[in-house]
């Protein structure tokens, strides 16, 4: 009984309950702290079990097409509608799982850490209504069939995680950062818009499926996906419009910063869900797919030769962050670029693809794990200044050992996870174009070097007098850490299994657009 | 020409609300900025939704049977929704950084570079 | 923050009641005419900032309470995933009208034709629109008082 009333509404779920969470939040927060930590942790961890769950059926069982407010779940065009879906429709395939998995695994991670890093803050009540806002909105964005649908989950996105930036003041700092990001996300909001007024002008239709059948690629239509490429690369913090990126990772505490990276993949996800399924073949691929590449490769040099010089490490990891998006839209895009090739897509697309999407959840857990490492060393010792941290490495062991652990990950050193997808994404684009390969491998040697550097000063020489009272940190910011690192050591030592059992998938309902119009509309 | 009369005043109205981001420096005015782009994409989006003759969608005592669509109202009303949200999160922002650092120029408002 | 004089207060007083009546019709009857619970409750809000602008801040303060109204807006979250959850409980998907046409509150099927609009009817959307409505005026009213407290140094 109760089991089939979650497995039919599983997607519905995953967003009321985060939702519902948070608003009861400050309402339980009046009872005790603990109670509220309790109601937090409870409601995460019951998200993050309905995550694991809708993505185990939507991988054996197919695409979930979930109907709000219809009589049945699965009507997605009503009887008397004319063959038009009206109402917002959830529709979850392979790769909107894959997403699912992602906000699974990090957000619960991240909430069990925060429990000890956040609860010196003001008013915790709110900083975790916020947070659970900014977990539901982010797995609405990556759930929902339906452009406006997608425009609200990405507003709300952006208000909660402007609101958890700026949450510590810092003297104005953390304002300055959460103003830089939240106008940016504002204007990348009302592109968005802009775009659902002129296909919905076209089209007559809100619905993914539904544009993506009609959709004739018309000159208004490529104004539409400049303005949409315009607005989802500024959301992912792509260069050039990455400068948001490393004020507001540096400034947001460091539990919102990990989940802040998912928040941006969910943007990520966004851009190929839209140039993949509603443009397709009907777009200019080679145009769109080189452009994304070049944004991949400007993101992958540019954040890396940023991230060398900077001083503040959590800036250096942010700047890291914006080098390793470039990855992904480098992978992703030489897909894209290849999309009409039969021979090409089937030779090396697909798994170039595969090492995008693949690099997507890697990235989520080594730069989740970095940061909340970030945060536990912040967390003991005060400051975020390089210069002035040093001999950590014998009091706060296994903060070292996580960090080592991410650090190598991201470096592309096997056996960790890092290295299998970056591997994918070499040997294939090696096939397309060797240049592009070659300075995919030289960005990631920097990467190396820079991680190498940071290591040194954080955790080598003796230990210093002033940090003589540093202890390691409390239990469930380890366990957050733990959960994370044992995840990358087990995707980077069974990549292939992983690649098979999520990833490919993942690349193929992104490429199968035909499958996913005919989920929604009925054997198009 | 009469037609397209809407969608002049929303490429005005983009072009007005687009300078008066890039070339103000008070936060405040930037903020009006915003909201006048955000207005120009609401009219857009009515104006794309209006059919010749139509009246207001609304069922009770209606004179004629001919309406205009309600969805884009529908999207144009939440996206006021999102809009006031904005502004209010925005201009606390604002009021934070005017009693941090003294003042509303974004020239001064520079601690975070590099 | 000054108080303004006492034909402003006086006036203040006198147009309260109404407006936050006039708001509450637009909340009720939103399903009919244009309006709804997030125009009504701006105007309720919009009462609450006329009182605002007409006493002092520390008059304020004790007439509207901030916990009171942060209780409020929560309220009306819950009220509004509630009425979506109802129709999950009976066995539908979230957010089916599970009230329309049921004969119960707001259960009334609407007659066919022009009609002067009949207010029981439209199942849960008038339940969304009171809860948006208690939500929207606690939150409106909030964000004013937070702003103005900015204002007033110390008083955060």
């Known amino acids: 009984m109760i089991e089939e009333f979650i497995f039919t509404n599983l997607p519905a779920l995953m967003v009321a309950v985060p939702l519902l969470a948070a608003f009861v939040c400050p309402l339980v927060a009046q009872i005790s702290p603990a109670m509220r930590k309790m109601w937090v942790m409870g409601s995460m961890a019951i998200t993050s079990l309905l995550g694991l769950l809708l993505v185990m059926r939507v991988y054996t069982m197919g695409t979930f097409v979930y109907v709000f407010g219809a009589s049945t779940p699965g009507l997605s065009i009503p009887l008397d509608s004319g063959g038009i879906p009206i109402r917002i429709v959830f529709t979850v395939d392979a790769m909107s799982a894959f997403m699912d998995l992602i906000i699974a695994i990090v957000g619960f991670c991240v909430i069990l850490y925060s429990l000890s890093s956040d609860e010196r803050r003001t008013s915790p009540q709110y900083y975790y209504t916020l947070f659970l806002l900014l977990i539901a909105a982010v797995i609405g964005m990556v759930s929902t069939g339906d452009l406006f649908n997608f425009f609200v989950f990405i507003e709300i996105s952006s208000l909660a995680s402007a609101g958890l930036v700026a949450y510590s003041v810092e003297k104005g700092r953390a304002v300055e950062a959460g103003l830089k990001y939240f106008m940016v996300s504002a204007l990348g909001g009302i592109f968005l818009l802009f775009v659902i007024g002129i296909l919905y002008g076209q089209y007559d239709a809100l619905n993914i499926a539904m544009i993506a059948q009609r959709m004739q690629f018309t000159m208004l239509d490529k104004i539409a996906l400049v303005l949409l490429v315009a607005a989802l690369a500024a959301k992912c913090g792509a260069v050039p419009m990455h400068f948001w990126t490393p004020d507001a990772y540096s400034l947001a505490p460091s539990s919102v910063t990990a989940m802040l990276v998912v928040a941006s993949q969910a943007s990520l996800y966004g851009l190929f ?35 060398i010089p900077q001083k503040d490490v959590k800036r250096l990891m942010a700047y890291h962050a914006i080098s390793q998006t470039g990855y992904m839209l480098l992978g992703v895009g030489v897909g894209l670029a290849v999309l009409g090739n039969e021979t090409a897509i089937n030779s090396f697309g697909t798994i170039a693809m595969e090492g995008g999407i693949f690099h997507i959840i890697n990235h989520a857990l080594y730069k989740g794990l970095l940061f909340l490492t970030a945060g536990a060393i912040i967390y003991r010792i005060g400051t975020r200044d390089l210069n002035r941290m040093g001999g950590l490495g014998h009091s706060m062991k296994y903060t070292m050992i996580f960090f080592i652990i991410g650090s190598l990950a991201i470096a592309g050193i096997p056996p960790f996870n890092g290295f299998a997808s970056k591997l994918l994404i070499y040997e294939s684009v090696y096939l397309f174009n060797p240049f592009l390969a070659i300075i995919a491998m030289v960005v990631s040697i920097l990467t190396l070097a820079s991680f190498v550097k940071v290591f040194h000063s954080i955790f080598m020489g003796p230990p210093l007098p002033e940090f003589a009272s540093v202890r390691e940190v409390p239990l469930p910011m380890l366990l957050g850490m733990g959960i994370l690192a044992t995840l990358v050591i087990l995707f980077g030592v069974f990549p292939q299994t992983v690649v098979n059992l999520i990833v490919a998938p993942a690349v193929h309902a992104l490429i199968d657009q035909s499958g996913y119009i005919s989920a929604i509309l009925g054997g198009a | 020409m009469l037609w397209n009369l809407p969608f002049i005043a929303v490429v005005l109205l983009t072009a007005i609300g687009i300078s008066i981001i890039l070339l103000k420096k008070n936060l405040v005015k930037i903020f009006m900025g915003l909201n006048v782009l955000t207005s120009a994409v609401n009219l857009f989006i009515i104006a794309v939704g209006y059919r010749e003759g139509g009246i207001a969608p609304i069922f009770t005592n209606a004179p004629s049977p001919v309406m205009v669509m309600p969805t884009p109202q529908a999207l144009c009303l939440t996206s006021i929704v999102i809009g006031v949200a904005t502004t209010a999160v925005l201009l606390a922002f604002a009021m934070l950084l005017y009693r941090m650092y003294g003042t509303n120029d974004v020239e001064a408002i520079r601690e975070l570079r590099g | 923050m000054m108080r303004m004089s006492k034909i402003v207060r006086t006036c203040a007083d006198l147009m309260y009641p109404f407006v936050v009546i006039f708001g509450w019709y637009v909340i009720m009857h939103g399903h009919l005419t244009p309006g709804g619970g997030f125009q009504g409750g701006a105007v309720v809000a919009t009462g609450a900032a006329l009182v605002i602008v007409a006493y002092s801040y520390q ?48 259960g009334m099927s609407v007659p066919y034709g022009p009609n002067p609009g009949e207010l029981n009817t439209a199942g849960f959307l008038p339940l969304m629109n009171i809860a948006v409505g208690i939500e929207v005026w606690g939150g409106l009213t909030l964000v004013i008082l937070y702003l103005l407290s900015g204002l007033e140094k110390g008083e955060a």
């Open chain 1, 273 to 307: 869900r839209f140039t993949f399924t509603m443009y397709h073949l009907s777009l200019n691929y080679v145009t769109i797919g080189w452009t994304i590449i070049v944004l991949g490769v400007l993101s992958m040099v540019i954040g890396v030769t940023m991230a």
């Open chain 3, 59 to 106: 008059e304020i303060t004790s007439m509207l309470k901030k916990a009171v109204l942060m209780v409020q807006e929560s309220t009306g979250l819950l009220l509004f995933i509630g009425a979506g959850l109802g129709g999950m409980v009976l066995g539908f998907p979230f957010f089916f009208n599970w009230l329309a046409n049921s004969g119960s509150l707001f």
